[in-house]
């Protein structure tokens, strides 16, 4: 099993930046992919980028340009950098740790607001 903490959101204006981090309670290497996902109102839950253990990246159309995931293997924790955000960002942003044996788990979610 593992835990996931996500913090790092909260309101912004258009434009603006935030980071995203989701700490692990396990070594992210032991971890086949780290994603990231965002579910609007209304909407169903879709991948906004993905890290694999060998470090390859992957980015929804949405993102590429404007967001950016990386990792701290020594604090097992991973993170989105979110540039150039627009109101259509907005969204309850979750962790996810896919696992070897095809498993997953997810974190509690981290709210993203943008807004002016």
């Known amino acids: 099993q593992v835990q996931l903490v996500e913090s790092g959101g909260g309101l912004v204006q258009p434009g603006g930046s935030l980071r995203l981090s989701c700490a692990a309670s396990?070594?992210?290497?032991?971890?086949?992919?780290m994603r990231w996902y965002r579910q609007a109102p209304g909407k169903q839950r879709e991948l906004v980028a993905g890290?694999?253990?060998?470090?390859?990246?992957n980015y929804a159309d949405s993102a590429k340009g404007r967001f950016t995931i990386s990792r701290d293997i020594g604090k097992n924790t991973v993170y989105l950098q979110m540039n150039s955000l627009k109101p259509e960002d907005t969204a309850v942003y979750y962790c996810?740790?896919?696992?070897?044996?095809?498993?997953?788990?997810w974190g509690q979610g981290t709210q993203v607001t943008v807004s002016s």
């Open positions: 996810n740790a896919f696992m070897f044996d095809r498993s997953d788990y």
């Open positions: 890290i694999s253990t060998g470090g390859s990246t």
């Open positions: 396990r070594n992210i290497f032991s971890i086949y992919a």
